[in-house]
């Protein structure tokens, strides 16, 4: 009988330790950004942006979680060199001012079955900070078999008004482009 209370107290405890708070350190191999851009209403222009760094802390059973991500713009990269300088110019991003975006949330909405639905944050761009709320489309955790830890993570979408930030270069001409879709993987081990 003791032997099998001690079976089902390790579990119990396996189950709290699953569920408590922790630290995770983003993985920049498995996180980054991309965004889609109208180009006159016919197409559109996607790049994305690498070798992403930050933190993630999630507790599973509290529904609470926050994460600060670092975008290096170093790291833009849409598939043609000129359209990288292009935006890295002072028209878009101003990179030689503004090296790197950053987002932070210590905010999250969680469904009834306590998986992360949305969070809630700041976008700081060319100097600005405005609110913006990515949806979560998955997120999960496993253990991972590479780094013998827990690993967190998930898709998550948005769409911002560049203009709000005040890039504002060619919205007169592409008004569509105004708005931009943001896709951003995050995927954070457990330290």
């Not at 569920?19 to 498995?30: C, F, G, R, S, V």
């Not at 482009?177 to 993987?185: P, T």
Request: proline share 3%; net charge positive; hydrophobic share 40%.
């Amino acid at each position: 009988m003791n032997r099998l209370a001690g079976i089902l107290m390790a579990a119990l405890l396996g189950i709290a330790v699953s569920a408590e708070a922790a630290n995770y350190k983003i993985d920049p191999l498995h996180t980054n950004a991309r965004f889609t851009l109208d180009h006159f209403a016919t197409s559109s222009n996607v790049g994305g942006f690498y070798n992403l760094n930050g933190e993630l802390q999630y507790d599973a059973g509290a529904k609470t979680g926050a994460v600060d991500i670092t975008i290096p713009l170093s790291t833009l990269d849409t598939g043609r060199s000129e359209f990288n300088k292009h935006l890295q110019g002072k028209a878009f991003f101003n990179t030689t001012q503004y090296p790197v975006l950053r987002f932070v949330s210590h905010n999250w909405d969680f469904d009834k079955q306590g998986k992360v639905k949305i969070l809630h944050g700041q976008l700081t761009m060319v100097g600005q900070t405005h609110p913006v709320t990515l949806r979560a489309t998955k997120f999960n955790c496993y253990q991972s078999p590479m780094s013998h830890t827990q690993v967190c993570g998930g898709d998550f979408e948005a769409v911002i008004d560049r203009s709000l930030w005040g890039i504002n270069e060619y919205l007169t001409v592409m008004p569509a482009s105004r708005y931009v879709k943001l896709n951003i993987q995050i995927e954070a081990a457990r330290q």
